[in-house]
């Protein structure tokens, strides 16, 4: 629980777009993350943003008919039950995303089952996950499956060709928070206080050309949900599609560097990802 006056101190600051970190309202804390972490995963990544901490395993199966490339479980540091609320989002959103690359034939291909563990929550944790899957899914690497005359796989232990996903298509995971004042204020990258403090939650998911998903969580009061949900909408969509291009660029510009080489007998070597910033949309909800 968070104590009123906590919660006052929050809103007023948002007012005068500021926050206890020195943060602005569209500003990102700290983001650092590592691919390839884990030895036994088709693709795997820790990040960190701020002190919110997320790490990603993916294993890939073949299957036959399968609903989804994607099967999610999403579970929490010191917490038993499954997130149901945040796998089912994520399932959601995931659900239609046809990957042809993941297609073997025409009732068979890979299933990602990808595993996500939120180590420490200190907000936005879509937004954590969201970063944490994309890493990962950059690092996964499939072999070419081969088919014989008898129509069975085979899997070559050292192929010469692999699949690669295509990231572009994947969807990038925003939430971000409405502040009601004078007018309404969007807030991303939000500390549990602030989420606490916060009068609207929603969730908008963007791959590089289509708005996925959008998800209106909270809104108080109710009678503002008519006219702040275009706001919202239209703001958040935005920044999504702005984080998606960012972290994307940052990929491209690092894939020829070796600046996530990593000896896991040593410790890994996270990279900061200094490019999320986008102070530059601020002028979107205007």
Request: aromatic letters at 8%; charged letters at 20%.
């Amino acid at each position: 629980m968070h104590s009123h006056n906590g919660v006052a101190f929050v809103r007023t600051m948002m007012d005068l777009d500021q926050r206890a970190d020195q943060r602005k309202r569209l500003d990102f804390r700290p983001v650092k993350v590592a691919y390839g972490v884990s030895g036994t995963a088709n693709g795997s990544s820790i990040v960190h943003l701020g002190d919110t901490s997320v790490i990603c395993g993916i294993k890939a199966e073949i299957e036959t008919n399968p609903k989804s490339h994607f099967n999610f479980n999403i579970s929490k540091r010191g917490q038993r039950d499954p997130l149901d609320f945040e796998e089912s989002t994520y399932t959601n959103i995931f659900a239609q995303l046809k990957l042809p690359e993941l297609e073997i034939d025409e009732s068979r291909r890979w299933v990602l089952y990808v595993d996500l563990r939120i180590r420490a929550d200190a907000g936005s944790i879509f937004t954590a996950m969201s970063v944490a899957l994309l890493i990962a899914l950059y690092d996964c690497v499939l072999p070419v499956a081969l088919l014989t005359e008898t129509n069975d796989i085979m899997l070559p232990s050292f192929a010469e060709k692999v699949v690669r996903i295509d990231l572009a298509s994947i969807p990038i995971v925003l939430e971000a928070y409405g502040f009601i004042s004078k007018d309404m204020q969007i807030v991303i990258d939000c500390t549990t206080l602030e989420e606490a403090s916060a009068d609207a939650k929603c969730i908008v998911a963007v791959n590089s050309t289509d708005l996925y998903h959008f998800s209106m969580i909270r809104m108080v009061p109710l009678s503002c949900s008519v006219f702040t949900m275009p706001i919202l909408l239209g703001t958040v969509s935005n920044l999504s599609y702005k984080l998606l291009s960012n972290l994307l660029q940052f990929l491209r510009e690092n894939e020829e560097e070796d600046h996530f080489n990593q000896d896991l007998a040593h410790g890994i070597n996270m990279m900061s990802i200094e490019s999320l910033n986008i102070e530059s949309m601020e002028a979107v909800d205007e």
